[in-house]
């Protein structure tokens, strides 16, 4: 092979040289502000991560109070039923009238202690039967607790039972 074909194929070294530093650009012509929809895109996502954290916790937070709420409303329910069957057996001048007519409602003094935020309604009626003889009057007694309206507080507890109790007469 002569020399000059060998120079065909195989060209002499070229000397290695640093090239020019390139020019950075500030922007590229294929981007077009991808990066920016999305860094949007993650900061809505972790938003909403932090709305949902958010609203449970609170959630969490409000049950115990809720809980309790509803154990007070029945153990203020549980009073009014006793002071209903107590008075309606004890007491003459206590207003349960005769049925058919409409039980009448009482409120629950105001100085039973324990009731503190919560009003409770007593109704009472009653029917008369003959046993053995004996007058038997059958009180139905119904007490209603509530510590508010609906719509008005967060921490709303009602309750409503319902006992029946005879006397002899």
């Given at each position: 092979m002569s020399r000059n074909a060998h120079a065909r194929h195989f060209p002499a070294a070229v000397p290695v040289t640093e090239r020019p530093p390139r020019r950075v650009t500030a922007r590229r012509k294929t981007q077009h502000g991808m990066s920016i929809m999305v860094a949007l895109f993650i900061l809505v996502v972790l938003a909403l991560l932090g709305v949902a954290l958010v609203t449970i916790g609170g959630v969490e937070?409000?049950?115990p109070l809720l809980s309790l709420q509803g154990k007070?409303?029945?153990w203020a329910a549980q009073t009014g039923l006793?002071?209903?069957a107590h008075e309606?057996?004890?007491d003459a001048g206590f207003n349960c009238p005769e049925q058919p007519a409409a039980p009448a409602n009482v409120k629950l003094p105001s100085s039973v202690s324990g009731l503190?935020?919560?009003s409770v309604s007593v109704s009472c009626s009653y029917t008369t039967h003959k046993e053995h003889g004996k007058t038997v009057r059958i009180y139905d007694i119904e007490a209603t607790a509530r510590?508010?309206?609906f719509g008005q507080r967060p921490d709303l507890a009602q309750r409503q039972y319902r006992t029946i109790v005879s006397s002899s007469g």
């Open positions: 937070h409000r049950q007070r409303a029945f006793q002071w209903g309606a057996l004890h503190d935020g919560f510590n508010g309206v």
